[in-house]
């Protein structure tokens, strides 16, 4: 049977959400450093959870068409090893802050058709991570976070080698067929975890954690890019 994908949990603004995560097996805790994210983590905090499990787990700063040398002084500051990009961020821009700040790079792109997907293969980082696009008008000014997810038959458009992170909307009940049908590197959670944003749910995350676990990706869906 294929290796059950990691988990990315993302939006961990506090110390106690993070040593859960962790010891339910998360492999990277994602802390959102964008003023308009409902879930952005104060540097006081980050700095209080990096000391605490630098070295334990993948710690990972997401910023949103930050200034470079504001992401370089974070990921300094922090001890970051990602850092994710989740705006409008170009090639050359993922390229300088892997080599600025030695993180590996995960960039995002929200999509809402196959050609969403395909342009992410112009990026040549560490990690791809797909998200939705959202729908809502409520939301559209949003980068991720949003509940909502997109059609995972998409990533049948995608021909990159590039690790595959799966995000947007995945919970407990969906994220099982999720991995079947995209069969990603790592799914990543934010409001699907939540009692509130920035704030994790103990037993939705519990949840999570044992559905992924018992993903089954079907050896016959293997999609090409798609890590083995």
């Given at each position: 049977m294929p290796d059950a994908p990691r988990v990315k949990i993302c939006g961990i603004t506090n110390l106690p959400d993070a040593e859960l995560a962790l010891e339910l097996g998360a492999w990277t805790l994602g802390m959102i450093f964008y003023e308009g994210s409902p879930r952005q983590c104060s540097l006081v905090e980050a700095q209080t959870i990096t000391a605490a499990l630098r070295r334990r787990v993948e710690l990972c700063g997401v910023f949103v068409n930050?200034?470079?040398?504001?992401?370089?002084?974070?990921?300094?500051?922090?001890?970051?090893?990602?850092?994710?990009?989740?705006?409008?961020e170009g090639p050359s821009f993922c390229a300088e802050v892997a080599r600025r700040t030695g993180a590996r790079v995960i960039k995002a792109a929200r999509v809402s058709?196959?050609?969403?997907?395909?342009?992410?293969?112009?990026?040549?980082?560490?990690?791809?991570?797909?998200?939705?696009?959202?729908k809502a008008v409520a939301r559209q000014g949003m980068r991720g976070g949003t509940g909502e997810t997109f059609d995972w038959a998409l990533v049948r458009a995608r021909r990159s080698k590039v690790p595959l992170i799966l995000s947007g909307g995945l919970t407990d009940a969906n994220v099982a067929e999720a991995i079947a049908i995209t069969r990603p590197y790592a799914v990543d959670s934010a409001s699907g975890t939540e009692a509130a944003p920035g704030h994790k749910d103990p037993e939705r995350m519990r949840s999570f954690f044992d559905a992924v676990a018992h993903a089954c990706p079907e050896p016959a869906a293997v999609l090409p890019g798609a890590p083995a």
């Open positions: 930050a200034p470079l040398e504001q992401i370089v002084r974070d990921s300094e500051q922090l001890g970051l090893s990602m850092v994710q990009l989740h705006g409008d058709g196959s050609g969403d997907v395909r342009d992410l293969e112009r990026f040549h980082v560490d990690f791809h991570l797909l998200d939705a696009r959202a």
